[in-house]
């Protein structure tokens, strides 16, 4: 199973760039890095995926090196609203492998006025 | 279109009796997954079915069962309920069970156990 690490908690200040990043050393060919947000009380929103190289989207920007032995959520100019729990998800998400998603304690990231 | 959707949204039981969670996914998605996760830790995955049929079983004990209806709604029972089943229950959906699907998730169901 695809472990991840990243750390347990941030802080930024608001109009920042934030760049969050997940080790996982033992990712597997077909596994594919997801990120989710989390605000309290609520359930995970997906924010990014990504295979390998650079993905962007209209909320975040997800690096991905060469060997995807890591990778690196960056949140541009974030606000207070952005406070939540990040996780990194890395996975096969191929028939009934969800219980290969390990859902690990996330990164807090607190954004400060 | 309507997002993941879960009922009750909280709910209070005493030990040793039963519940029953209920799961409506997004339209046209037809994987549902069920997740447990106690504050301040991550979701723990409990069960995922496709078609109807279970495609996958987390480290749960056998008090735990669900299952998936022909709308591909589901529901999550839990028997002879325990102190430590209190925690936020998460349903999360996607169109199958390819590789880069994210899932969608529901905002849960708080379960709280006296």
């Known amino acids: 199973l695809a472990k991840t690490t990243q750390p347990i908690s941030m802080d930024s200040y608001e109009g920042q760039e934030v760049n969050i990043t997940c080790s996982h050393n033992?990712?597997?060919?077909?596994?594919?890095i997801t990120w989710y947000q989390q605000f309290p009380s609520q359930g995970p929103r997906f924010i990014i995926q990504g295979y390998k190289t650079k993905v962007t989207n209209e909320v975040a920007s997800l690096f991905i090196p060469a060997d995807r032995k890591s990778s690196t959520l960056s949140l541009p100019r974030v606000s207070l609203s952005d406070t939540a729990v990040y996780y990194c998800l890395v996975g096969d998400r191929g028939a009934g492998n969800n219980r290969k998603l390990i859902w690990g304690l996330g990164t807090s990231l607190a954004v400060n006025p | 279109d309507a997002g993941v959707t879960q009922s009750p949204t909280h709910l209070i039981k005493t030990r040793g009796q039963q519940v029953t969670l209920r799961c409506s996914p997004i339209?046209?998605?037809?994987?549902v997954s069920w997740y447990q996760q106690v504050l301040g830790q991550g979701p723990q995955f409990i069960f995922q079915?496709?078609?109807?049929?279970?495609?996958g079983r987390g480290n749960f004990p056998d008090r735990f069962s669900a299952r998936q209806f022909p709308n591909y709604s589901s529901e999550l029972n839990v028997n002879a309920l325990l102190l430590g089943d209190s925690a936020l229950y998460l349903c999360?959906?996607?169109?199958?069970?390819?590789?880069?699907?994210?899932?969608?998730f529901g905002d849960g169901t708080r379960l709280s156990i006296l």
């Open positions: 999360a959906s996607s169109p199958g069970t390819a590789h880069n699907q994210p899932q969608h």
């Open positions: 339209s046209g998605h037809k994987s």
């Open positions: 033992n990712i597997a060919t077909n596994d594919y």
């Open positions: 079915y496709y078609e109807k049929e279970e495609r």
